[in-house]
């Protein structure tokens, strides 16, 4: 068997597969092959999917504006906590009701990025799914784009190699690796998670403090607001990479031919 070159050939060992050639030798990476007349089709991108993508890229906005409001609050936490330490005859009962509301009114950016998470998710299956993808040049199920985020450590990193397939498929460039923009997103959003969780625990501690330890409390509330502004701004830096991503692969799904 002669081969041209690094690409994808019928698997030597199964002629059900192609497996990866790169130019030197078989690797591990293996697709299945669809065999001709099979009747497995994928369905096209319409105007639904495009009208998708716009709507991912509001509901991104929108995580940018509520994580702003977040940052807002965690700062407003911050001075009172400050003024309390330094003059605590400057802070009355209004300031910490007004503290408690922004904190209950921040609660919204949770809704938010679960909603646009849903978006995005769906907006991202239909273009995997879709016959617009070479699938000869993907590595992942489609499944992969749903279940990579619901799968505990696997969601580290499946769904950013679930964007690196998609490159792949809109290429047909099996060895295609990620976009630099899509590192920089994935990795504010993922160190975003990862503090974020450090802020929740300081909050979740808030929970045990006695009623008259109220010392106790406002220092709690200062570190986990000292933790999650730097969640928050990561966050609205992410949103923002996401709607380029976003934009990258819709206007690249929509003006390159599907390959051959």
């Known amino acids: 068997m002669s081969l041209q070159g690094e690409g994808w050939y019928a698997d030597p060992q199964d002629g059900r597969r192609l497996r990866w050639w790169d130019g030197e030798r078989w690797t591990e990476h293996t697709h299945a092959r669809e065999a001709a007349g099979s009747g497995r089709s994928h369905p096209r991108l319409g105007t639904g999917w495009r009208a998708l993508a716009v709507v991912v890229q509001l509901a991104l906005l929108g995580c940018v504006a509520t994580s702003a409001f977040v940052l807002y609050t965690d700062l407003a936490i911050l001075d009172f906590v400050e003024e309390l330490a330094l003059r605590p005859d400057g802070v009355d009962v209004e300031d910490g009701v007004r503290i408690d509301r922004l904190m209950a009114l921040s609660l919204v950016d949770v809704g938010a990025t679960l909603l646009t998470g849903v978006l995005f998710i769906s907006w991202h299956y239909q273009l995997h799914n879709s016959s617009r993808m070479d699938r000869s ?30 490159r792949r498929g809109l290429t047909g460039d099996g060895a295609a690796r990620p976009w630099r923009l899509q590192g920089w997103w ?75």
């Open 186 to 260: 994935w990795g504010c959003f993922a160190t975003s998670l990862a503090i974020g969780q450090v802020a929740s625990y300081f909050y979740n501690r808030t929970n045990a403090i006695p009623e008259d330890d109220f010392p106790g409390y406002v220092d709690l509330i200062g570190t986990a607001a000292a933790w999650e502004r730097w969640s928050a701004g990561l966050s609205m830096v992410a949103a923002m990479l996401a709607i380029v991503l976003v934009r990258r692969m819709t206007r690249q799904a929509v003006a390159e031919p599907a390959a051959a």
């Open 137 to 166: 040049a993907m590595r992942h199920g489609t499944g992969w784009t749903i279940g990579g985020w619901l799968v505990p450590v696997l969601s580290l990193w499946r769904p950013f190699q679930m964007v690196t397939d998609v």
